[in-house]
């Protein structure tokens, strides 16, 4: 299951429209102000479709949505390089929101449950961590081929690879074990939803896991799209920006790929990995220099490896028959901080440097690692 997972997860990122979607849009005519509202669009579709499809993935088959997924983001990138207009753009975002809702909580939930069926569910972290870098990397090589690919056949052809990319991460989803049994025809995925909501009212530890994974997650994964901005501030070219960007990818993966080593932490280890994570952003993020720039590399790795064993957390404390709802709640969680995110940093941005609005965002990971340290002295 583990190659299958990390081709999965490698296809599912290699999309080579990721670094130049953005001036497909400009170069068809596309105002910055009709551009913002398909973003909005975007994240307003994985909010939407979030928990029911969830929910959805408890009540049939997670395989199938995983393989469902991939054909839906397929059809959007179709539509942009076939039709590239406002509305085929619109179109594309709310399949490629709808596909990425669909696969959120179905594939950590069956990982999950296989590999508890082979009495390997303390590897959970170490596969999932193997698995995220295996994405990470794949972003990267995508950066990396997108300029020759681009330079080669235009939109065209940086379409046509994301396409076939998609097809193939959706023939791969196939190949996934599935030996889970669905519930019966008479428990339909609303019965679904709404035992999994009530589940997380009633247990305190599992509203404390879903609550840490956007706590962890929703900050340094909205920073990221500002990294670049960041590293010009330090007075780099631009046609230099792009090889520290991938010093600062290289820092995320290596975090990934630590979540095996680190799965033992504790709730102190944990608290302290996400203080010395926030104290690296802080101090790279104004140190205006290129070992600034690696500290954030480092920040990012911690937030990643922090990222991973929150996932793993709520995975242990959570029902196996309504693993992929509330796992897909933890997700609407994300989103939901990741879009006040955007919008503190914008209030921030608009008076501040950019090197003053990342050490700010290191304040709520300081904040979550002592309300850690808090509660778990209060326990002792």
Known sequence: MTATLYGYSFLDEFVLLYPVYALLFSDTGLSVWQISPLFALWSITGVLLEVPSGAWADAVSRRLLLWLGPLLTAAGFALWVIVPSYWAFAAGFVLWGAGGALGSGALEALVHDELDRLGAADRYARVMGRARASGLIAVMAAMGLAGPVFAWGGYPAVGTASVLACLLAAATASRFPEH??????????????????????????????????????????ALDEYTALLVRDFGVPDESVP?????????????????????????????????????ALAVGATAS??????????????????TVLADARLQDRIDDSRRATLTSLAGLGTELATVATYGAYATIGATAAHSTAFAVFAVPYLVTAALLAAGRAARR
């Open 243 to 279: 090889y520290l960007l991938l010093l600062i990818w290289a820092g995320a993966t290596a975090g990934s790929l630590l979540a095996g080593p680190a799965e033992r932490l504790g709730t102190a280890g944990f608290a302290g990995l996400l203080a010395g994570a926030a104290l």
């Open 289 to 306: 220099s290129v070992a600034g720039i690696g500290l954030v590399a480092l920040a990012f790795g911690g937030f990643q490896l922090a």
């Open 180 to 221: 889970r049994t669905p519930p019966e025809d008479d428990d339909n995925w609303t019965a679904t939803l709404r035992a999994g909501l009530a589940e997380a009212r009633a247990d305190r530890s599992v509203v404390g896991a879903l609550l840490l994974v956007p706590a962890v997650t929703a900050v340094w994964g």
